[in-house]
């Protein structure tokens, strides 16, 4: 199993929602969260030679935990909704985590069986 985040842009959140329908996906928490990347203009210090104030952003948190076999075509869904195509446009980043191990409280399921859809 691993865990899959993704930070995108909050206009994106509802497109990249719906991309996921048809794919083995049976969860998501959403996080509205604020940050900043590689945009220089925004971060503290010196660039080309003028001080800049530091900017945050805000950005959509995804949380997925899904099966190994679906962690390549999530993160292809997800770049497909939200790349622009340009570089340092604040496109967003995707992590991938290892998950050791997973519960679903109400019936003491673990490991994929927890992560899987209704039975």
């Not at 990249?16 to 509205?32: A, C, F, P, R």
């Not at 660039?47 to 679906?70: A, M, W």
């Not at 967003?92 to 019936?107: N, Q």
């Amino acid at each position: 199993m691993k865990k899959v985040e993704a930070i995108i842009k909050p206009e994106k959140l509802q497109e990249t929602l719906n991309s996921l329908i048809g794919v083995d996906v049976w969860g998501v928490t959403v996080t509205m969260v604020r940050g900043c990347g590689r945009q220089k203009g925004y971060l503290t210090g010196n660039y080309l030679s003028k001080e800049k104030p530091v900017q945050t952003l805000p950005f959509v948190k995804l949380e997925f935990v899904v099966k190994d076999e679906v962690v390549e075509t999530l993160i292809d869904v997800i770049r497909k909704v939200n790349s622009t195509g340009e570089v340092g446009k604040g496109n967003g980043k995707i992590f991938v985590y290892p998950v050791l191990d997973a519960v679903r409280i109400s019936t003491g399921e673990r490991g994929e069986d927890a992560i899987g859809g209704p039975k």
